[in-house]
């Protein structure tokens, strides 16, 4: 699965004369390549035995240097497919995005080989079994990334793709020596081995050093507040497929490594640092409420609200419970595709005025471009939280996790988060009124820029999967929990 | 007592003598400078060929102690041919070729006399390829003055220059120092433990009686001290810059490959075989040393104008990494000299590439005349990339390597290894200190990374392509690059095999 978009990266290098010539032929190819992906991924999904969704299925096994016991060892269950489907969709609808939205600053070959690359690190760390494969693949991401953001990113994106990948780095840096800390001590690197042992061979001191460092490592890419600051500059630099991408599924490398590696290597370091976690998951949950309020930036305020969605899904970890991780799986898919698709909108509303100033784009959307401030006001509330729609369920089971927390954990703690982080939600629901009150009603500006050209199909056709994903997994939130309960519950060692 | 001599296992040191000998006359009568260098790069050639015949056999080691003079202790041969010498020779002599290559241009250029620079270069590879052979302290002395007399030499060769006589005077002054205070380590472990070989050293300091603790402990100290000078390590680092600023660029490169893997070679010999027994004492000095080397180095290379002494506080910081592993001491010290090994054998493949850029272009941004900027400022990078994409690409990927993340997934292995090493010698805080390190290094990495394909700025430059042999340098290191970054595991076999 991971092979195609790297074979199709590799041929890219081939001269541009002779491979492809013209950008529009590179665009079909890219588009191409992810489509084969995506299948290749939506099959996997069929083939998938769902009775057996805890096990590992669908591996690859290799040796690769037996000297320092390294393995090429790649598999799928049920926690990670979700996140394997929704990676390889995404990426295919970024490039069905830009045949018809190159960004600004083309080079569109290289747009797409940086593409493909990401996508082989993010599908890489979704399926790694094996901790330094797990890290060189989450480390495939930033160069990609970083050149993402420093070539076709806004006016200050050189300022923020270093911060980005000096971040970035920084967490992966300290990730590294927790991950080989738990490696070294009880011998063995292979990520099911570590989880089917819960721990056992560890020392209690050392398993809360190395949840310290992993979680560390993740919460800079989750981001977690405090160590968030990275995640606004580079989404409002970023261009639209970068934004989509980062916030659709380079986020959840950063959860989805908690809950895959941190979780079950050490669970006595996370009962540990659990309360911690929580409280700074509540905070950013108010954060980045607050910071949304304060806005006045679409792209910007999207992605603050990233940073409070993200608490949510770290209180669900926090909470140590199957229902509280199951929450975060669920949250994880949810904002990534809610989140995705506000980024594609923001990038279609910034093409149309040039600007995502909120002041500037003024108010009327609503009658001057229905169509699209449709689908902005359905991202938005579905972002909200409106039940019956995918964010809901998400930040319902998070509340629910935390009012019933794990027997280990201070539960009046847990519970007073669950009532700031109730709050927190009231201030997202107001925040995206306000946008949606700002910008979709009210008249239109008169000096707005006439006739706001018309939808294309191509956005139609990178919307359309995102809206109706939302609706699927919020109106049937079973097709997704059924997936991800009985692996969670193995990861708790429960039946 | 006549000692019977194992010829075949000292034939690669032996091979660049004659050959150091051969050229030193042949340019005596007046052969021209185009074959002396050829044939410099074929004695490099033939002793890496020897060395790879070797590594076919079976260990094998010469010079050892005659049966009747024993004593009922081990062997104690002074020149092994193991493994781990054998691959550290390939790695000395594969750089040493690269180091030609780069060379032959510069001399024409420079002015510098061929015959002379070939020999002390041939020298100076033989104490090296002796040096990572020697068991015994006398030997290791002598093949590491071996290595370092004809490199003064070297480094002041380019005799109208002030600069690189100063640089010379320099390396002169701290090399003398650092043999001194090595040799009288070495005294004082002699005293202590009465022997001289590596192998009867170890058991010696073991059962030592505890009044000569003191003796023995600063004996290794100073030992320590004068390995440091020679790999540049902090506090013993700050003739680095000035030195590779100030020498042949070739020689810089030099400095930083061939001249550091036989210092760390040396000092792994000397800790691993010889003073395991005191881990206690060295291994936290290594550690202090490693977090300081690497701290600073990392912070002086941010404030770098020029891509020289860019490069080399980078190969201080580097070294700190190199060291990192041996601050374990004896608790799984097999492992941290294998890490150690491969971040070496790594790292001189992804720096000699950007040296080889660098010698190559940096001859295109040669000033016109007096007063202009100085040359091969990071500046003058810019936008090397659009101009000859090839050498652009070539440079960014060995600096994305230097910098440890994937696509240059050598460097990121590199890494790997020595950060397991590290913490699995129960070094944590070592380990963290190493990644906020490694964000330092990106920065300035990157810095010149995003250079290349920036627009060119600044004053205009001879529009000359580097030679071929410069040519086939980049080219060689670049391959040696993608290919271990496609496969890591060719070096990671092979180190894991020395120990």
Same mark, same amino acid.
């Given at each position: 699965?991971?092979?195609?978009?790297?074979?199709?990266?590799?041929?890219?290098?081939?001269?541009?004369?002779?491979?492809?010539?013209?950008?529009?032929?590179?665009?079909?190819?890219?588009?191409?390549?992810?489509?084969?992906?995506?299948?290749?991924?939506?099959?996997?999904?069929?083939?998938?035995?769902?009775?057996?969704?805890?096990?590992?299925?669908?591996?690859?096994?290799?040796?690769?240097? /037996?000297?320092?016991?390294?393995?090429?060892?790649?598999?799928?269950?049920?926690?990670?497919?979700?996140?394997?489907?929704?990676?390889?969709?995404?990426?295919?609808?970024?490039?069905?995005?830009?045949?018809?939205?190159?960004?600004?600053?083309?080079?569109?070959?290289?747009?797409?080989?940086?593409?493909?690359?990401?996508?082989?690190?993010?599908?890489?760390?979704?399926?790694?079994?094996?901790?330094?494969?797990?890290?060189?693949?989450?480390?495939?991401?930033?160069? /990609?990334?970083?050149?993402?953001?420093?070539?076709?990113?806004?006016?200050?994106?050189?300022?923020?793709?270093?911060?980005?990948?000096?971040?970035?780095?920084?967490?992966?840096?300290?990730?590294?020596?927790?991950?080989?800390?738990?490696?070294?001590?009880?011998?063995?690197?292979?990520?099911?081995?570590?989880?089917?042992?819960?721990?056992?061979?560890?020392?209690?001191?050392?398993?809360?050093?190395?949840?310290?460092?992993?979680?560390?490592?993740?919460?800079?890419?989750?981001?977690?507040?405090?160590?968030?600051?990275?995640?606004?500059?580079?989404?409002?630099?970023?261009?639209?497929?970068?934004?989509? &991408?980062?916030?659709?599924?380079? &986020?959840?490398?950063?959860?989805?490594?908690? #809950?895959?590696?941190?979780?079950?290597?050490?669970?006595?370091?996370?009962?540990?640092?659990?309360?911690?976690?929580?409280?700074?998951?509540?905070?950013?949950?108010?954060?980045?409420?607050?910071?949304?309020?304060?806005?006045?930036?679409?792209?910007?305020?999207?992605?603050?609200?990233?940073?409070?969605?993200?608490?949510? =899904?770290?209180?669900?970890?926090?909470?140590?419970?199957?229902?509280?991780?199951?929450?975060?799986?669920?949250?994880? #898919?949810?904002?990534?595709?809610?989140?995705?698709?506000?980024?594609?909108?923001?990038?279609?509303?910034?093409?149309?005025?040039?600007?995502?100033?909120?002041?500037?784009?003024?108010?009327?959307?609503?009658?001057?471009?229905?169509?699209?401030?449709?689908?902005?006001?359905?991202?938005?509330?579905?972002?909200?939280?409106?039940?019956?729609?995918?964010?809901?369920?998400?930040?319902?089971?998070?509340?629910?996790?935390?009012?019933?927390?794990?027997?280990?954990?201070?539960?009046?703690?847990?519970?007073?988060?669950?009532?700031?982080?109730?709050?927190?939600?009231?201030?997202?629901?107001?925040?995206?009124?306000?946008?949606?009150?700002?910008?979709?009603?009210?008249?239109?500006?008169?000096?707005?820029?006439?006739?706001?050209?018309?939808?294309?199909?191509?956005?139609?056709?990178?919307?359309?999967? &995102?809206?109706?994903?939302?609706? &699927?997994?919020?109106?049937?939130?079973?097709?997704?929990?059924?997936?991800?309960?009985? *692996?969670?519950?193995?990861?708790?060692?429960?039946? | 007592?006549?000692?019977?001599?194992?010829?075949?296992?000292?034939?690669?040191?032996? #091979?660049?003598?004659?050959?150091?000998?051969?050229?030193?006359?042949?340019?005596?009568?007046?052969?021209?400078?185009?074959?002396?260098?050829?044939?410099?790069?074929?004695?490099?050639?033939?002793?890496?060929?020897?060395?790879?015949?070797?590594?076919?056999?079976?260990?094998?080691?010469?010079?050892?102690?005659?049966?009747?003079?024993?004593?009922?202790?081990?062997?104690?041969?002074?020149?092994?041919?193991?493994?781990?010498?054998? !691959?550290?020779?390939?790695?000395?002599?594969?750089?040493?070729?690269?180091?030609?290559?780069?060379?032959?241009?510069?001399?024409?250029?420079?002015?510098?006399?061929?015959?002379?620079?070939?020999?002390?270069?041939?020298?100076?590879?033989?104490?090296?390829?002796?040096?990572?052979?020697?068991?015994?302290?006398?030997?290791?002395?002598?093949?590491?003055?071996?290595?370092?007399?004809?490199?003064?030499?070297?480094?002041?060769?380019?005799?109208?220059?002030?600069?690189?006589?100063?640089?010379?005077?320099?390396?002169?002054?701290?090399?003398?120092?650092?043999?001194? !205070?090595?040799?009288?380590?070495?005294?004082?472990?002699?005293?202590?433990?009465?022997?001289?070989?590596?192998?009867?050293?170890?058991?010696?300091?073991?059962?030592?009686?505890?009044?000569?603790?003191?003796?023995?402990?600063?004996?290794?100290?100073?030992?320590?001290?004068?390995?440091?000078?020679?790999?540049?390590?902090?506090?013993?680092?700050?003739?680095? /810059?000035?030195?590779?600023?100030?020498?042949?660029?070739?020689?810089?490169?030099?400095?930083?490959?061939?001249?550091?893997?036989?210092?760390?070679?040396?000092?792994?010999? !000397?800790?691993?075989?010889?003073? /395991?027994?005191?881990?206690?004492?060295?291994?936290?000095? =290594?550690?202090?040393?490693?977090?300081?080397?690497?701290?600073?180095?990392?912070?002086?290379?941010?404030?770098?104008?020029?891509?020289?002494?860019?490069?080399?506080?980078?190969?201080?910081?580097?070294?700190?990494?190199?060291?990192?592993?041996?601050?374990?001491?004896?608790?799984?010290?097999?492992?941290?000299?294998?890490?150690?090994?491969?971040?070496?054998?790594?790292?001189?493949?992804?720096?000699?590439?950007?040296?080889?850029?660098?010698?190559?272009?940096?001859?295109?941004?040669?000033?016109?005349?007096?007063?202009? *900027?100085?040359?091969?400022?990071?500046?003058?990078?810019?936008?090397?990339?659009?101009?000859?994409?090839?050498?652009?690409?070539?440079?960014?990927?060995?600096?994305?390597?230097?910098?440890?993340?994937?696509?240059? =997934?050598?460097?990121?292995?590199?890494?790997?290894?020595?950060?397991?090493?590290?913490?699995?010698?129960?070094?944590?805080?070592?380990?963290?200190?190493?990644?906020?390190?490694?964000?330092?290094?990106?920065?300035?990495?990157?810095?010149?990374?995003?250079?290349?394909?920036?627009?060119?700025?600044?004053?205009?430059?001879?529009?000359?392509?580097?030679?071929?042999?410069?040519?086939?340098?980049?080219?060689?290191?670049?391959?040696?690059?993608?290919?271990?970054?496609?496969?890591?595991?060719?070096?990671?076999?092979?180190?894991?095999?020395?120990?």
């Amino acid at each position: 699965m991971t092979a195609i978009p790297l074979l199709g990266a590799v041929l890219l290098l081939l001269p541009a004369g002779r491979f492809l010539p013209g950008d529009a032929a590179v665009a079909r190819y890219g588009a191409g390549v992810s489509g084969a992906t995506l299948l290749v991924a939506v099959s996997a999904a069929t083939a998938f035995d769902y009775g057996k969704a805890s096990e590992t299925q669908l591996g690859v096994n290799a040796s690769w240097a /037996p000297s320092i016991g390294l393995r090429f060892h790649l598999g799928a269950d049920g926690i990670s497919l979700p996140l394997i489907v929704l990676t390889a969709l995404l990426t295919f609808l970024c490039f069905l995005y830009t045949m018809k939205h190159p960004p600004a600053g083309g080079q569109i070959r290289l747009l797409t080989g940086l593409l493909l690359v990401l996508e082989v690190g993010m599908l890489g760390t979704f399926t790694a079994l094996d901790l330094v494969l797990f890290f060189v693949a989450f480390e495939i991401v930033l160069v /990609p990334m970083y050149a993402i953001i420093a070539i076709w990113g806004g006016s200050d994106r050189s300022f923020a793709a270093r911060k980005f990948i000096l971040y970035t780095l920084l967490g992966s840096g300290l990730l590294l020596v927790g991950m080989l800390l738990v490696g070294v001590k009880a011998g063995t690197l292979d990520m099911t081995e570590l989880a089917a042992r819960h721990g056992a061979g560890l020392s209690r001191g050392v398993q809360i050093t190395a949840f310290l460092l992993m979680g560390l490592g993740f919460a800079v890419k989750t981001p977690m507040w405090p160590l968030h600051t990275w995640l606004p500059d580079a989404h409002t630099e970023a261009p639209t497929v970068g934004s989509v &991408l980062l916030a659709g599924a380079l &986020l959840k490398m950063g959860t989805y490594g908690i #809950i895959r590696v941190a979780l079950p290597a050490a669970p006595q370091g996370a009962a540990y640092w659990a309360p911690w976690l929580g409280l700074f998951a509540v905070i950013g949950i108010i954060y980045g409420a607050l910071a949304c309020l304060a806005q006045t930036d679409l792209k910007r305020m999207i992605a603050f609200s990233s940073v409070g969605h993200m608490g949510f =899904v770290l209180l669900g970890i926090a909470t140590l419970t199957p229902v509280g991780i199951n929450a975060a799986l669920f949250g994880n #898919i949810a904002h990534g595709l809610i989140t995705g698709l506000l980024f594609f909108v923001a990038g279609s509303v910034k093409d149309r005025y040039g600007t995502g100033d909120l002041r500037e784009i003024g108010g009327g959307m609503l009658a001057s471009s229905p169509r699209l401030a449709g689908t902005l006001t359905f991202a938005a509330v579905a972002s909200l939280g409106l039940p019956g729609l995918a964010g809901f369920w998400g930040e319902m089971l998070a509340l629910l996790g935390a009012y019933k927390p794990h027997a280990a954990l201070p539960r009046t703690t847990f519970v007073v988060f669950m009532a700031v982080a109730a709050l927190g939600a009231v201030l997202t629901a107001a925040y995206f009124l306000r946008l949606l009150a700002k910008i979709t009603h009210g008249t239109p500006q008169p000096d707005a820029p006439a006739g706001v050209a018309r939808i294309s199909a191509y956005e139609y056709a990178a919307w359309t999967p &995102l809206i109706a994903a939302t609706l &699927l997994v919020g109106l049937w939130p079973k097709t997704l929990l059924a997936v991800t309960t009985g *692996p969670v519950r193995a990861l708790f060692g429960g039946g | 007592m006549i000692q019977g001599i194992d010829y075949a296992a000292v034939a690669p040191p032996l #091979i660049l003598a004659a050959a150091a000998l051969a050229l030193l006359v042949a340019d005596a009568f007046g052969v021209p400078r185009r074959v002396l260098g050829w044939a410099s790069g074929g004695a490099f050639g033939a002793a890496l060929v020897a060395v790879a015949a070797l590594a076919f056999g079976d260990r094998r080691a010469t010079f050892c102690v005659p049966g009747g003079l024993r004593g009922g202790g081990p062997a104690s041969c002074s020149y092994v041919a193991d493994d781990f010498t054998l !691959v550290f020779q390939g790695v000395v002599l594969v750089a040493a070729v690269i180091v030609v290559l780069l060379s032959l241009g510069e001399i024409t250029a420079s002015r510098i006399p061929a015959g002379e620079y070939h020999f002390l270069l041939l020298c100076a590879v033989t104490g090296a390829v002796t040096l990572v052979a020697a068991r015994d302290l006398v030997l290791l002395v002598v093949a590491l003055e071996t290595l370092s007399l004809p490199v003064f030499a070297l480094v002041a060769l380019r005799r109208y220059d002030g600069v690189a006589s100063e640089a010379a005077v320099k390396l002169f002054l701290v090399s003398v120092v650092s043999s001194a !205070v090595m040799l009288f380590g070495v005294s004082l472990v002699y005293g202590a433990t009465g022997a001289m070989h590596l192998d009867r050293i170890a058991p010696a300091l073991r059962s030592l009686p505890s009044d000569l603790d003191p003796v023995a402990g600063v004996g290794i100290m100073l030992v320590l001290a004068g390995f440091a000078f020679k790999i540049a390590a902090v506090p013993f680092h700050f003739w680095a /810059p000035d030195v590779y600023q100030g020498a042949p660029l070739p020689v810089a490169a030099f400095l930083s490959v061939v001249s550091k893997a036989a210092g760390f070679a040396g000092l792994a010999i !000397v800790l691993a075989l010889g003073f /395991p027994a005191y881990g206690h004492v060295w291994g936290p000095l =290594v550690g202090i040393m490693a977090a300081l080397t690497m701290t600073l180095g990392n912070l002086f290379a941010l404030r770098q104008t020029t891509a020289i002494r860019l490069l080399a506080w980078s190969s201080v910081a580097q070294s700190g990494y190199m060291l990192a592993p041996l601050a374990a001491g004896d608790h799984r010290l097999g492992e941290a000299v294998a890490a150690t090994t491969a971040y070496v054998a790594l790292y001189a493949v992804m720096n000699l590439g950007a040296f080889a850029v660098v010698v190559g272009f940096r001859r295109r941004f040669e000033p016109a005349g007096e007063g202009t *900027p100085p040359v091969d400022a990071l500046d003058d990078y810019r936008g090397l990339g659009r101009r000859s994409p090839a050498a652009g690409a070539a440079l960014a990927f060995f600096l994305i390597c230097l910098a440890g993340l994937p696509p240059g =997934v050598m460097g990121l292995f590199a890494k790997v290894v020595v950060f397991r090493a590290t913490v699995a010698g129960g070094v944590t805080w070592l380990a963290v200190i190493m990644a906020l390190n490694t964000v330092i290094g990106l920065v300035y990495y990157l810095r010149w990374a995003v250079r290349l394909y920036a627009a060119p700025t600044g004053h205009a430059y001879a529009a000359a392509v580097p030679g071929v042999p410069v040519r086939a340098a980049v080219a060689a290191a670049g391959a040696g690059a993608v290919v271990l970054s496609a496969a890591p595991q060719l070096v990671l076999q092979a180190v894991s095999s020395v120990t």
